[in-house]
Each structure stands twice: as C-alpha cells, then as structure tokens.
C-alpha cells in the first residue's frame, strides 16, 4: 500500500458566489497527523473551503483536483465519510436527546456496531468531561456542553481525519484552551490530522501550520512561530493586520 | 402608541421582503373561495346507473256490461320512464341492459350505482283495472348515501311523473348491494381517518425535517456513510407506526363513543391498518419532498392551501366526486387521498379485503415511490 505523504490536498480550487469569490485559486497540502489552522475574518472563505473538499460544495468547472486521504473527491465522497469526523459551524444537536444519546446516535449514524458506539460514547464522555451532564436533553445544556457535546459526536468514530468548523466560536477561554488540547492529544496520539478553522486569530498559535485566508485567497501559509517572526509581532492578532498591511500596499 | 405604529411598520416591512408570504396573502384568500366555490357549488351528475326495461305498449280494454267503455293501446310507461332519465335527468347516465342477474354483478364490482328492473306488463299492471300488484326492483349500492340518495330521488321523481295517478299497485322492492343502514357518521369516519393520519403525518414530518435542516443535523446525517434514501425510510418506518397509533385512537373513538363500526372481520381490521399507513405514508413523502423547499416552520404552514385543503375539498372527503366539476375532477383522480379515501370506505362499509392488485392500492404506492425519488434528489447536503 502507497504512504501518503498528504492527507489533503487542494489544487487550484475556485469557488463563486454570485459576482463574489468565496475560494479564490487555493493551493493547500496538509501532512497526516498534522493540526492545520485555516484562520481569518468571517467571510474569508474558510468554511466554503472546508465544504468543498468534503463535497457538499461543488468547486467551478476548471483544472481543479481535491485529494483527501488518496480519495478524489466529490466522486469519493463517501469512502471519505466513513473515516472523517466533521463539526460544523452550527451545534447541530437533537434538542429532545440526552449528550449521551446524540453521541451515541452519530457514533451509530457513523457506522460504529452497537458495541463500539457504547464504548466509544462513554470514552468520549469521559474525555470531554461531559459525566455530569450526560443524561441531560441538549436543549438543557450550556452553550459550553453543547458544543463539547457536539465534539463529541463528531470525534466518536475515532476519525484519522476531521474537519472542525470554528468548533471554539462562543467559549470562553478556559474551554478554548482545553479544546485545543484534545485536539493536541488526539493528534499525537492517534495521528489524526485536523483542518480547524477560527477567526479567534491567536487561538492559532496552537496549531502546526496555519494558513491565513482573506477574501477567498489564502495570503500566507506557515508554522504560527515563522508568521510572527516574518512579520516581527508577537501575537496572532498583530500579525495578521501586518499581513493585510503588506498585501494592501 | 409609539410601539403600535413601529411594530406595525417593522411587520409590514418583514412580510413585504418575503415574496412567498405576499404571494399567499393576495393569492391566498381568492384561491381558498375559488376552490370551496366549485367544490360546493358543483351538484352532483351523470352517476351511472343500469335499467332493465321489459314493459311494452298495452292493450287495455275495459269492459262494461255488454259494452267496452276503454279499448285503447296505452304507450309503455317504462319506455317513459327509462326516456326520463336517460334523457332529461342530469343527475344519472343511463346504460340499458337485458340480464338483471349480471347487471347486478355489475353493482357489485362499482360499475353502476345501481340498477333498476322494470317487469313485463308494467304499463298493463299500472294501467289496467284488471292490473295485479307490481312491485319495482331496485338493487342499490348505498355505500355513498350522499350519492345514493340523489339517485333514488331522480329514479322515484321520474316514476311519479310517467305513472300519474296510476300508482296505486305500484311498490318499490330496493335491495342493497353495500349501505344498508348506513348513517351519516359511518360514512364520514374512514374520510376522517384519511383526513386525520394525512394531515398529521405531513404537518409533523415537515415540521420535524425543517427543525433538522435549521439545527444542522439534516445536514450532518448527510455527511454519514450511508445512501439518502435510508433517511426517507427510517422517516417512514418511524411514522408508520405513529399512522397505527393515529388510527386505532380514531377506531376506538368512533366505535366506542359514536359507534361506529369500521370492520367486521380481523381480514378488515388488517386492511383497514394497511391502507391507514399507506395514507400516512403518502402525507409523509410529500412532507419530505415540499421540506426541501422552505426555509421555517412559517414557510411550511404556507404549503397548507395547496396540500391539505383540496385534499379535504377534492378527495370525496366531504364532497363526493360526482358533485365536484369536471373541470378541476382531473385534481381529484391525481390526488393520492381519492383513492385511500375510497379504499377505506370499500373496507369499512362494504366489507372489503384488500387484495395486493387494487388499482387505488398501486396508485398510492406509485406515488410515494415516485416522491421518495423525487425526495433523495431535493434532499441537499447543503
């Protein structure tokens, strides 16, 4: 069997709304086991780029190609499925289901037997801290535990790739930082590789890699430590307006 | 004041932005006279009924002592009688037959609502003092007593015109093919069931599928390993069996508070479930199918003056079939509802057991296969 070298990866990818470039001629390779931060504003395009290489978006018609773990996608999209985890943007839960059904329900939904998806929910209740609150409905929960809760689902097939939609959006910072350590965690310990996207700007120094996106074009790609020193900043934040600086002038 | 005026203005400035809720508000009102106007205005016509007409022209002579005071051909009533109706009466269609056993097998299986035998030497018995007692066979299908009573009304209106005063012999023998006894509420209750399991099923499935798409989790089981149409059946499987429990509140209810009865047999209890589910299902595909294009639970209610009113209008619910015009007749044999509405009723009143080969049956089914086709096309991943 061919290693790949790439779990993702995104040539010449173009995307239109209307008059209006979502995704703009992106080029992207993301390594296996690699923590890959797509960040920038809202309306940067990060999430129509993550619907596209999952195949619910169609790229325009062009020389373009979408690899993800060696599948071509949209057309295998759904051997993909069946080893990805995806969250989106919205906490899609089953209010008048307790955290433990809605992971449970998704685990099964994913393909798990019954056995593996007990196992697996209980596994990752324990992970996400989420026991006390476990036999709650979801319409009950905080804003917090349901978007563990939603993590939970979407991470309980134990993915070797997932795709992770602004999944800190509306934390505080104590659950962002414990996010980002579960997704350390299972990246070194499982070698999952993560596209997550964020437009908290300095939550991305905790990824490998992060790709800077505004208006649809990926402007800057590298580990958060070489973007600040290229830059001479200190934080996120200060980088990224130094970035738009240089690209307006 | 203030508030009043500014909440007035916001609603009319939200609602002016949402083309679909102008559309029914000015489509809406005129639309919903349209449809209850030609339903209800129309009368009902042209119901097909068979006559046997074995009378002819009679010789009548009336003696008198040594004289004869009336020696005359009298033409034959029931030639006057069958002309009547064939010609002058919109309420029937009349279709002329010679075999009363077969025109009776005919009733049976719904070909004529019902059929009328007119003996040899009516005009004779009718006419002549010497005449004997004539009694008129009827053989009626009253599984409809809406359709049924118009029809008896036309058949005796059109004897007491051609038979004048020459009534006095004549008595009328009706046997009942299905109906005997009928009341008004054994008629109505399998249209309720239709009527209840199809709006329930649609107004629930629709509104659960647009609480799945404004969740996100439509969206994510679409991301899951499996093919869409696992979806349309676990919707389908899950809402069978709230069809079931829909039903057997209604039977209970209309047999233990009304008493009604809607089945002899375990044969038509069994049936009478079957078709109920399959009504459900109908209500349930459409539901998927119209999900995919509304937004909110408001934009769903919307599609109710063009899905459940003229199937409360059009499918011989409340109006039978023959009232409803033939202009807008072609709506009602396209809706999926005429036929469950017609099969229940089979079942309930008349006894029947459902065969796999019933035409409505396969109608029914053809439409939900069609819909859960149409369905996984319009169910978006987006």
Known sequence: MQLLKYDVELRNLNKKFGSINAVDNLDLKIKQGEIFCLVGPNAAGKTTTIKLILGILKPEKGDSSIRVKGYDIPAEKNKLRKLMGYLPQRKALYDMLTARENIEFFAKAKGLSNSDAKINTSSMIKRLSLTEHQQKLAVHLSGGTQQRTALASAMVNNPQIAFLDEPTVGLDPVLRREFWEYFKQIARSQNTTILVTTHYLNEAEWADRVGVMRDGKLIAIETPQNLMEQTNQHNMENMFFELIKGETQ | ?382
Request: proline letters at 4%; aromatic letters at 12%; charged letters at 15%.
């Open chain 2, 1 to 382: 004041m203030r508030l009043t005026f500014l909440i007035m203005r916001r609603l009319f400035r939200t609602l002016s932005r949402d083309h679909r809720t102008v559309g029914l508000v000015v489509v809406g009102p005129p639309l919903f006279m349209v449809m209850f106007g030609i339903a209800f205005g129309g009368e009902i016509e042209h119901v097909p009924i068979a006559i046997i007409n074995n009378d002819s022209d009679a010789r009548v002579v009336i003696p008198y002592g040594n004289f004869t005071v009336f020696n005359e051909t009298v033409s034959s009533l029931g030639d006057s009688i069958t002309n009547t109706l064939d010609l002058d009466d919109p309420r029937v269609d009349v279709t002329h037959l010679t075999d009363y056993e077969s025109a009776k097998k005919d009733v049976d299986n719904k070909k004529y609502a019902c059929v009328v035998l007119i003996p040899v030497n009516f005009t004779y018995n009718l006419v002549s003092p010497l005449g004997s007692n004539i009694s008129l066979e009827i053989y009626f299908d009253n599984s409809n007593p809406q359709v049924g009573g118009v029809v008896i009304q036309a058949i005796q209106e059109s004897f007491q015109q051609a038979t004048g005063e020459f009534r006095a012999n004549l008595g009328f023998d009706v046997t009942y093919a299905y109906g005997e006894g009928i009341s008004t509420l054994d008629f109505f209750t399998p249209g309720m069931i239709v009527y209840g399991v199809f709006f329930f099923s649609f107004m629930l499935v629709i509104m659960t599928l647009i609480e799945e798409r404004r969740s996100g989790t439509l969206s994510l089981l679409l991301q899951c390993p499996y093919d869409k149409i696992e979806i349309i059946l676990g919707y389908l499987a899950a809402f069978s069996i709230v069809s079931t429990i829909q039903t057997t509140l209604i039977i209970l209810i209309a047999g233990l508070v009304f008493q009604v009865s809607l089945g002899v047999t375990i044969a038509n209890y069994i049936s009478l479930y079957i078709a109920a589910i399959i009504v459900g299902w109908t209500g349930l595909v459409l539901a998927i199918f119209l999900s995919a294009f509304a937004r909110s639970e408001f934009q769903a209610v919307q599609f109710i003056p063009i899905t459940i009113i003229p199937v409360l209008l059009l499918s011989g619910i409340v109006i039978p079939l023959s009232q409803i015009p033939e202009i807008i007749r072609w709506v009602s044999y396209l809706l999926p509802t005429t036929y469950s509405v017609n099969l229940l009723r089979q079942i309930a009143i008349e006894g029947y057991v459902l065969e796999p080969l019933n035409f409505g049956l396969l109608f029914q089914i053809g439409f939900v296969l069609m819909l859960v086709v149409a369905s996984r096309l319009t169910l978006k991943e987006n």
